[in-house]
């Protein structure tokens, strides 16, 4: 092993301890059930095919991160270009009966998903990292731009969300 190069990862162990990250960042680009499963698939072969580059230069969450972000980015211009689209809301409203409680909770993130999707990408994609737990820093290296665009992105889409949920 050179300098350059981080020890091995295990494919198994890395897509088990992410799967709640990249299931989250397919939710919040895909709302069809099928395309979002779909999306996953595509992001888990571009993790695969892209593990052997991992030089440790970042954490593997980091790392999986980018790799989600931009294959889930490359998915929605996809379907732009064919011109498709499905609410967010509808695999979402499938709920079954909870206490009232987590139904609040239920309905806030359902709502708080739906402004999501309704950002412009930019403010989508550093919104949603931030609310995965990444820094600006890291955010900035994900995205590949810098902390200063990283900060007003999320600047911006945090008054966009507190306005709008305060609105009702």
Known sequence: MTATQAPPVDFDGLIRDHAGLISRIARSFEANEQDREDLKQDILLAIWR?????????SLKTFVAQIAQKRAVSHVRQHARRGRSAPLDDQMARIGPVQEEQAIQNDLQRKLARLL????LAQRETALLVLEGFSYSEIASILGISVNAATLRCTRARAYLTDALRDG
């Not at 892209?50 to 440790?56: E, S």
């Not at 999707?117 to 412009?120: E, Q, R, T, Y």
Request: hydrophobic share 45%.
């Open 50 to 58: 892209a593990l052997p580059l991992f030089r440790g230069d970042s």
């Open 117 to 120: 999707a309704g950002l412009p």
